[in-house]
T-cell receptor
Framework: QQQVKQSPQSLIVQKGGISIINCAYENTAFDYFPWYQQFPGKGPALLIAIRPDVSEKKEGRFTISFNKSAKQFSLHIMDSQPGDSATYFCAASAAGGTSYGKLTFGQGTILTVHP | DADVTQTPRNRITKTGKRIMLECSQTKGHDRMYWYRQDPGLGLRLIYYSFDVKDINKGEISDGYSVSRQAQAKFSLSLESAIPNQTALYFC????????????????FGPGTRLTVL
């Protein structure tokens, strides 16, 4: 059962454009929503994360938008660069219960930024 | 992340063979995890350990077993490998409660590409 659904599976953007990746979750106990970035041959690494007490978090060119009522969150990459080409994973975890400390990942999005 | 190492990096084996993948970390984290990555399926949790004496099954533990030999070492075994276990395997660590930084951030190793023929 996939509790976090991510789209699109792949995305091609021109340099300077905006990349948008979306995720939807089902478990209302989730309260931590990170995005991980993975380059070929490497393990995923934390890019940016948000908690549901805010609707948006920005770090440089990367922004997470969070909609608690819709149970959706998205990653926006402004001024996309070829160096942003990677696989992006959204994830979610809950603070308590049996899910504490465990991340549930989305299916991943392969982003290609053309120069 | 060089603080989390995995061996081997690549392995080709045959159906029915026993395989062990090893993970070591120098981050001093209490928590360790094993994931497998398949195209279109993302990362799925196989097993996780919140300390040396605590080991738990993840969502896809069938056909796998683990051993937490020390705080720094967490091994994944495939007792009798089958072709649908061909995948990219990742080990990850995170701080335990009371450790810093946040327990939530997981730090991944470079992965092991396993092929079962």
């Amino acid at each position: 059962q996939q509790q976090v659904k991510q789209s699109p599976q792949s995305l091609i953007v021109q340099k300077g454009g905006i990349s948008i990746i979306n995720c939807a979750y089902e478990n209302t106990a989730f309260d931590y929503f990170p995005w991980y970035q993975q380059f070929p041959g490497k393990g995923p690494a934390l890019l940016i994360a948000i908690r549901p007490d805010v609707s948006e978090k920005k770090e440089g060119r990367f922004t997470i938008s969070f909609n608690k009522s819709a149970k959706q969150f998205s990653l926006h990459i402004m001024d996309s660069q070829p160096g942003d080409s990677a696989t992006y994973f959204c994830a979610a975890s809950a603070a308590g219960g049996t899910s504490y400390g465990k991340l549930t990942f989305g299916q991943g999005t392969i982003l290609t930024v053309h120069p | 992340d060089a603080d989390v190492t995995q061996t081997p990096r690549n392995r080709i084996t045959k159906t029915g063979k026993r395989i062990m993948l090893e993970c070591s970390q120098t981050k001093g984290h209490d928590r360790m995890y094993w994931y497998r990555q398949d195209p279109g399926l993302g990362l799925r949790l196989i097993y996780y350990s919140f300390d040396v004496k605590d080991i738990n099954k993840g969502e896809i533990s069938d056909g796998y077993s683990v051993s937490r030999q020390a705080q720094a070492k967490f091994s994944l075994s495939l007792e009798s490998a089958i072709p649908n276990q061909t995948a990219l395997y990742f080990c990850a660590t995170s701080p335990g409660q009371g450790q810093s930084p946040s327990t939530d951030t997981q730090y991944f190793g470079p992965g092991t590409r396993l092929t079962v023929l």
